[in-house]
């Protein structure tokens, strides 16, 4: 726990605490038995750090973290499981946890996911957590406050304990956020206490009043001498630090010429970075590597709920179709239709381009064919494209290459197919 704490606050370029001392925090709570919780007060193990957030306009927004500190965890109450009454699972309490805590430098729900993803992607990296939301490897508390505007005195906050998801955390913020204007604008006062986020009503509950440091009486654990680190140890942490997110998204960008905000989706994932690197690598394809990652790879893995590491189609597999279309073999129609035979665990990419008949027709003659066939066949629509400004005849040009794609179905390769049609109905 100590080393992936200082490795999590090296990831982010935070001061490491040499002298890391335990406390105990005092509450009574149906989930701590024991009526105190093992934590860090005065001397967390990780200091004032921070790290970079992408605004939707595209700018780079830094958000400083406070500290993170080493705590145990509580159990879990369970609400949904007993008609009527509340449950305790106590399987996690005791487990070490690392609690980040940042500056209330967050301005909107949005930025608040943002800066969420972040870290999630930094622990993924650093290998501490699998990030399972869903499961509970990784939670959030929303502090929420809000304030006139154009002043600079924070308002009273409220935390929204426990959100398990992204979607979650910017719904939960946002139903808070306009809950304290209703009460401010009737002329109520928001009370600081922790509040429940129920998404199948999207509304917060009250869940107890919301404690004081003070209130907690943090005294050093009589049971846990303080832990000194000395420089070797940060030093060996921070020899076995991997590549993080933002490295790997710079050198993504130099190395396979693709966009900044394709190498940022690229990444977030280290799994799918992975993946997108070894079809890049052996494709020798970056953009069409991501294009098709970005694309079919990542829809499906959303449809389906499923991560990249159980996906159906390997990063060998997705390469040789790629290497397909860049010989032309196949077309984006019957690329596709590849790749969902893939999906379906139909046989490798060669296999099944012979067994449905799929290699694209590139012979210009039978193109050609194919093409004065769809002209003698629809007089009124050449007629209507011969007369139509230059500028519309660019969409109109669409309906004769979906008569061409239809009539050699879909195996015509289309750049062949819009010259000789432009070369055609220019005549």
Same mark, same amino acid.
Request: proline share 4%.
């Given at each position: 726990?100590?080393?992936?704490?200082?490795?999590?606050?090296?990831?982010?370029?935070? $001061?490491?605490?040499?002298?890391?001392?335990?406390?105990?925090?005092?509450?009574?709570?149906?989930?701590?038995?024991?009526?105190?919780?093992?934590?860090?007060?005065?001397?967390?193990?990780?200091?004032?750090?921070?790290?970079?957030?992408?605004?939707?306009?595209?700018?780079?927004?830094?958000?400083?973290?406070?500290? @993170?500190?080493?705590?145990?965890?509580?159990?879990?109450?369970?609400?949904?499981?007993?008609?009527?009454?509340?449950?305790?699972?106590?399987?996690?309490?005791?487990?070490?946890?690392?609690?980040?805590?940042? $500056?209330?430098?967050?301005?909107?729900?949005?930025?608040?996911? @943002?800066?969420?993803?972040?870290?999630?992607?930094?622990?993924?990296?650093?290998?501490?957590?699998?990030?399972?939301?869903?499961?509970?490897?990784?939670?959030?508390?929303?502090?929420?406050?809000?304030?006139?505007?154009?002043?600079?005195?924070?308002?009273?906050?409220?935390?929204?304990?426990?959100?398990?998801?992204?979607?979650?955390?910017?719904?939960?913020?946002?139903?808070?956020?306009?809950?304290?204007?209703?009460?401010?604008?009737?002329?109520?006062?928001?009370? %600081?206490?922790?509040?429940?986020?129920?998404?199948?009503?999207?509304?917060?509950?009250?869940?107890?009043?919301?404690?004081?440091?003070? *209130?907690?009486?943090?005294?050093?654990?009589? *049971?846990?001498?303080?832990?000194?680190?000395?420089?070797?140890?940060?030093?060996?942490?921070?020899?076995?630090?991997?590549?993080?997110?933002? @490295?790997?998204?710079?050198?993504?960008?130099?190395?396979?010429?693709?966009?900044?905000?394709? @190498?940022?989706?690229?990444?977030?994932?280290?799994?799918?970075?992975?993946?997108?690197?070894?079809?890049?690598?052996?494709?020798?394809?970056?953009?069409?590597?991501?294009?098709?990652?970005?694309?079919?790879?990542?829809?499906?893995?959303?449809?389906?709920?499923?991560?990249?590491?159980?996906?159906?189609?390997?990063?060998?597999?997705?390469?040789?179709?790629?290497?397909?279309?860049?010989?032309?073999?196949?077309?984006?129609?019957?690329?596709?239709?590849?790749?969902?035979?893939?999906?379906?665990?139909?046989? $490798?990419?060669?296999?099944?381009?012979?067994?449905?008949?799929?290699?694209?027709?590139?012979?210009?003659?039978?193109? $050609?064919?194919?093409? *004065?066939?769809?002209?003698?066949?629809?007089?009124?629509?050449?007629?209507?494209?011969?007369?139509?400004?230059?500028?519309?005849?660019?969409?109109?040009?669409?309906?004769?290459?979906? %008569?061409?794609?239809?009539?050699?179905?879909?195996?015509?390769?289309?750049?062949?197919?819009?010259?000789?049609?432009?070369?055609?109905?220019?005549?």
């Amino acid at each position: 726990a100590f080393e992936m704490a200082v490795k999590f606050g090296l990831a982010i370029d935070a $001061e490491i605490g040499k002298e890391s001392v335990f406390d105990r925090k005092n509450y009574f709570y149906p989930d701590l038995p024991k009526g105190y919780q093992i934590s860090q007060f005065d001397k967390p193990i990780v200091g004032p750090g921070r790290v970079a957030i992408t605004l939707d306009d595209g700018t780079i927004k830094t958000i400083n973290v406070t500290r @993170a500190h080493l705590e145990e965890d509580a159990g879990k109450s369970v609400h949904d499981a007993f008609d009527g009454m509340t449950g305790v699972d106590l399987n996690r309490a005791g487990t070490p946890l690392l609690e980040i805590v940042s $500056e209330p430098e967050l301005r909107s729900a949005k930025e608040a996911v @943002a800066y969420l993803k972040v870290i999630h992607s930094i622990i993924r990296y650093l290998d501490i957590s699998d990030g399972n939301m869903a499961q509970g490897s990784m939670r959030c508390d929303c502090n929420v406050s809000i304030r006139p505007q154009g002043s600079e005195v924070l308002g009273t906050r409220t935390e929204i304990k426990n959100v398990n998801s992204f979607r979650f955390v910017e719904k939960a913020i946002n139903t808070e956020i306009h809950r304290q204007i209703e009460i401010l604008e009737d002329g109520g006062r928001v009370i %600081q206490e922790t509040r429940l986020y129920d998404p199948d009503k999207d509304e917060t509950r009250s869940m107890r009043s919301k404690e004081e440091a003070n *209130d907690y009486r943090y005294f050093p654990d009589p *049971d846990l001498l303080p832990v000194m680190i000395d420089d070797s140890f940060i030093e060996a942490c921070r020899n076995t630090l991997p590549e993080l997110p933002e @490295a790997r998204q710079a050198r993504y960008i130099k190395d396979y010429g693709i966009t900044d905000y394709d @190498a940022g989706v690229l990444v977030a994932d280290r799994d799918v970075a992975d993946y997108f690197a070894e079809v890049a690598d052996t494709s020798g394809e970056g953009k069409l590597a991501a294009n098709w990652v970005m694309g079919s790879v990542l829809a499906e893995l959303n449809q389906t709920g499923s991560v990249i590491t159980e996906f159906p189609v390997s990063a060998k597999q997705l390469a040789d179709l790629i290497s397909r279309i860049k010989d032309n073999t196949l077309n984006s129609k019957t690329a596709k239709t590849v790749f969902e035979a893939l999906l379906a665990g139909e046989g $490798e990419v060669n296999a099944i381009i012979e067994a449905k008949g799929l290699v694209q027709m590139t012979d210009t003659g039978a193109i $050609e064919a194919i093409v *004065d066939e769809v002209i003698r066949e629809n007089p009124d629509q050449v007629a209507n494209y011969r007369s139509a400004p230059s500028d519309k005849q660019g969409k109109m040009l669409g309906f004769f290459v979906g %008569q061409v794609m239809k009539k050699s179905q879909g195996k015509a390769n289309p750049q062949a197919v819009n010259q000789i049609l432009h070369s055609k109905l220019g005549s």
